[in-house]
């Protein structure tokens, strides 16, 4: 028997629970330990409802002419990661090392925007630009000088639950069709 391969949608959300977690339980190590406490055990209950809404029903269709994680994708997250190298380094050296965390989630906001018009998905423009907006507020709390921890959990944190959200929202979004491509889904 073959193993089962996932549909780009239930991988979509795997990754997007993978880094939401990572994001969690990177950034919030500068809040007080109750709080991270509470961050950390959230964030892995989400994941692991995630893997569950994975497992426990059918692979949503995807029509056999969508090829999500061909050389579009592929050339996105190349300049994605260069993005993601070369601003870290430009905001550390403009002083402001605590701002990495911001321009990271700039970053992924941004590729999040550029696959919804490659992917004609409606529901990663709302992402992206949740995602791109905690990162904008987070350099501009950086640059204001504000504690390392309210970039922390602006940007960090709270793209990591945004993450998280989504990545439940396509596992486990009651009714409907799940189609990949220009259905709307949300």
Same mark, same amino acid.
């Given at each position: 028997?073959?193993? #089962?391969?996932?549909?780009?949608?239930?991988?979509?959300?795997?990754?997007?629970?993978? !880094? =939401? /977690?990572? @994001?969690?339980?990177?950034?919030? %190590?500068?809040?007080?330990?109750?709080?991270?406490?509470?961050?950390?055990?959230?964030?892995?209950?989400?994941?692991?409802? $995630?893997?569950?809404?994975?497992?426990?029903?059918?692979?949503?269709?995807?029509?056999?002419?969508?090829?999500?994680?061909?050389?579009?994708?592929?050339?996105?997250?190349?300049?994605?990661?260069?993005?993601?190298? $070369?601003?870290? #380094?430009?905001?550390?050296?403009?002083?402001?090392?605590?701002?990495?965390?911001?321009?990271? %989630?700039?970053?992924?906001?941004?590729? !999040?925007?550029?696959?919804?018009?490659?992917?004609?998905?409606?529901?990663?423009?709302?992402?992206?630009?949740?995602?791109?907006? /905690?990162?904008?507020?987070?350099?501009?709390?950086? !640059?204001?000088?504000?504690?390392?921890?309210?970039?922390? /959990?602006? %940007?960090?944190?709270?793209?990591?639950?945004?993450?998280?959200? @989504?990545?439940?929202?396509?596992?486990?979004?009651?009714? =409907?069709?799940?189609? !990949? =491509?220009?259905?709307?889904?949300?």
């Amino acid at each position: 028997m073959a193993p #089962r391969r996932l549909a780009p949608q239930h991988l979509g959300s795997l990754i997007g629970a993978v !880094f =939401g /977690l990572v @994001f969690v339980l990177v950034n919030s %190590a500068t809040s007080p330990t109750p709080v991270r406490v509470v961050l950390v055990v959230a964030a892995m209950a989400a994941a692991a409802l $995630v893997l569950v809404g994975i497992a426990r029903g059918p692979a949503p269709s995807t029509p056999p002419s969508v090829r999500p994680f061909g050389r579009g994708y592929w050339a996105v997250v190349a300049a994605e990661v260069v993005a993601i190298v $070369v601003g870290v #380094r430009v905001v550390a050296a403009a002083g402001h090392p605590q701002a990495g965390v911001a321009w990271v %989630a700039t970053v992924v906001g941004v590729h !999040f925007v550029v696959l919804a018009v490659l992917w004609r998905l409606r529901l990663f423009h709302v992402l992206g630009g949740a995602l791109t907006a /905690l990162g904008v507020a987070g350099l501009v709390l950086a !640059f204001a000088g504000a504690p390392a921890v309210a970039t922390d /959990l602006t %940007a960090g944190v709270g793209s990591g639950v945004v993450l998280l959200v @989504f990545a439940l929202v396509g596992v486990w979004r009651a009714g =409907g069709t799940r189609r !990949f =491509g220009s259905a709307r889904v949300l």
